[in-house]
């Protein structure tokens, strides 16, 4: 049983492990790109306001207009298709910036289509969901 677990647990942490690596590598990114050299706490400050605002406003929408909208898979799905166009986006403010942009609203386009066309039982094949009260919406 408690092999079980465990491999559960790691099974769990490896699936985690890239989302939230890149989740958590926003937030520096962002900090370099807009920092300016002179104005270091207002530039970091501005970032955090807008870090926090930008959370609280999204739970709010995830919470009360997606999830009961969408259902669940297919709103993590469009989020998850928003975050990886946000983040090719990123890349435009330093490198070739009319490539970049191109590329993000591409994945954004072709991963929101992705979003609405898979059906939901995709998610619980992936994560293995068998017991009953454990489905996605």
Known sequence: LFRLRWAGFLQAALIMLVPSFFMGAAFPVVTRIYTRKNRVSLSVGRIYFFNTLGAVAGSLMAGFVLVPALGSARAIA??????????????SCRANRRFWTGMSVLALVGLSVFAFVMKPSVFARTFNIKEAGSELL
Do not use: M, P, S, T
Request: charged share 0%.
């Open 78 to 91: 469009l989020l998850a298709a928003f975050n990886v166009g946000a983040g090719i986006f990123l890349f």
